[in-house]
């Protein structure tokens, strides 16, 4: 990060960027990796390629999490639309959810998080737009640069596949209708 932190002039703007990145990279993981399926890896280059282009416009930019949320956005849409439509990922069935102990949070979280990796990652970015972000159609539209009806008809489609992946989650579903 020194390397980029020359594009920062002065060291207050130094100094406020490393709080930020301090203080937001956490959430910027968390996000990331929703973006990407999970995907450790891919989540934390989608959060280092999205610092590195905020940090060369740092100074003229007044929302720098906003920014870099939508920087997040629509790289990972990009890698979407240039790695084209990719197979089914194999993945290791869930656990059975039979008895709702302690660890049902958890085991639901596990599904959410396998049932999202196996969406394309234009699905993903909508639904966490939509439901993690809490986004309105119209701002994601913005965001994504697609029309509200693309958004809706995306989501729509994205949450009937979640319910034929990952039936265990109809429950949970159910409370976004």
């Not at 990009?78 to 102990?101: F, K």
């Not at 990796?117 to 993690?132: E, P």
């Amino acid at each position: 990060m020194s390397i980029l932190l020359e594009v920062v002039v002065d060291a207050a703007d130094e100094q406020r960027f490393r709080e930020f990145v301090s203080a937001r990279s956490p959430a910027l993981m968390r996000l990331g990796f929703l973006l990407t399926g999970g995907d450790q890896h891919a989540a934390e280059d989608l959060v280092q390629t999205a610092l590195a282009k905020l940090v060369t416009r740092w100074r003229k930019v007044e929302a720098p999490e906003a920014y870099v949320k939508q920087i997040m956005y629509r790289q990972q849409v990009s890698r979407w639309r240039a790695s084209g439509r990719r197979g089914e990922v194999v993945q290791a069935s869930p656990p059975e959810l039979a008895d709702r102990d302690l660890h049902h949070q958890s085991e639901l979280r596990l599904v959410l998080r396998s049932a999202l990796s196996r969406l394309t990652a234009r699905q993903r970015a909508m639904l966490v737009l939509r439901y993690f972000e809490d986004l309105p159609e119209q701002e994601i539209a913005r965001v994504l640069g697609c029309s509200v009806g693309t958004v809706r008809s995306t989501v729509h489609r994205s949450l009937a596949r979640l319910r034929v992946i990952a039936p265990e989650l109809a429950q949970v579903m159910e409370v976004t209708r």
